[in-house]
């Protein structure tokens, strides 16, 4: 049997202070993950250009432009698929990456993880500055997935310093980081993109400096300090009586861990989890097509929805969210966050007006900071406290698979088919994690036993 009490520092001054540098690390992986997406046209133009049509780059635009002209979409595609290529290369390195770190922090602690893969995360940006090549670029984005899967290490951390019943709330804060980076992510790399260090220095070329250069160091920055904090501020979460024994490799592999090793609710969980992030990433990467094919939308215009999304999204996971679980229960609160996004996806492919895609988004927004913290807090509830690092880092290893695997399913049916059946399609997989989701059970200790 193990205790339902915070698994926490020991002093209380330190929980603050955790929170506050997970917060960070978590905002700090999302701006990583999402500050190349206004750039991805302009560096497929850029790489063209510098390295013509041979080697690695001249290989994914041929293949490209063969599955353009096999969906139809013409030379349109072109440049929507290649960034969610790149977009998916990270994601994959962060599904295979995020159990081992959550396995190694589950045996050593959370801060010597977070320390190491931070600083990992900066070298990422360093080689990205320096990318004169596609090349070095592609292992750049390979290194940056790799340590981003640290956010498994982060969550687990967010489980130590929290009680069984406030769980869900931890799990909005994690959700409102998530929420502020997808806001600020694009926001940097579109506002930074404006700044050519060539412009003054061409003779920097000779190092590797590139158009993307500026955006990349603006990441670099926010990821040195993230570290230097860490170093300071952060204390471990994880007494060394509540850490695992070392566990075999095999056992970090998510695909092995899931099969063997997890108990019912949590493969459950996990399965919910992995279908709902594949339906709403190819929301998240299809909105802007959406909006410009039906709307006519400008880049501002653009700007201002995915705006509208993150404050949503914020406002949702950083306050409703710690209102309604402990009154409703995680699972409930899950059950009515997909049932909304279901209903949001509905609103968006039939959308007559911009004010109807603004209600669409509006749901499906609200739906998603209402689901995805319950859903942490369920799998973490369902999983024993000395293997929260491990169990959430799987769960959040197939959540980057889904981030890895929708945007290119989404790319493809949406210029195959159009953007109304392509999100009615999303609406109707939906329904599959909302009736899996029926079937979780309430977790001993959790809000729901109190609701």
Known sequence: MHSDKPQSPPSPAGRPLSLGVIFLTLYIDLVGFSIIFPLFPEMLQYYLAHEGEAGLLGALVRGIDHVAGWTGGGDRFTPVLFGGILGSLY?????????????????????????????????????????????????????????????????????????????????????AAFGLGFVTGPAIGGGMAHFNLLDNHPEWSAFGINPFSAPA??????????????????????????????????????????????????????????VFIFAFSGLEFSLAFLAVERFAFTPGQITWLMIYIGVLLILTQGGIVRRIVPRYGERKVTLAGVALVCAGFAALSWAPTVGWLYFGLGLTSVGAGCATPALTALVSLYAPAERQGQVLGSFRAFGSLA????????????WWVGSRISYAAGGLVLIVPLVAAVRLPNPHGASSDHS
């Open 217 to 274: 160091l603006a990441a670099l920055a926010l990821s040195t300090i993230n570290f230097v904090w860490i170093a300071l501020r952060f204390r471990e979460s994880l007494p060394p009586e509540n850490r695992a024994v070392a566990h075999p490799l095999a056992a970090r592999d998510p695909l092995k861990l899931l099969r063997l090793r997890m108990i019912g609710p949590v493969r459950r969980t996990v399965f919910v989890y992995f």
């Open 403 to 414: 981030r890895a695997l929708g945007p290119i399913a989404a790319a493809v049916v949406f």
């Open 91 to 175: 994601s994959l390195l962060q599904f295979a990456f995020a159990p081992i770190w959550g396995g190694l922090s589950d045996r050593y602690g959370r801060r010597p993880v977070l320390l190491f893969t931070c600083a990992g995360t900066a070298v990422s940006y360093l080689l990205w500055t320096v990318s004169g090549s596609f090349g070095l670029l592609v292992l750049a984005r390979l290194f940056g997935g790799a340590m981003s899967g640290n956010l498994s290490v982060a969550t687990a951390a967010v489980a130590d310093v929290t009680s069984r019943e406030n769980r869900a709330k931890g799990m909005g804060l994690v959700g």
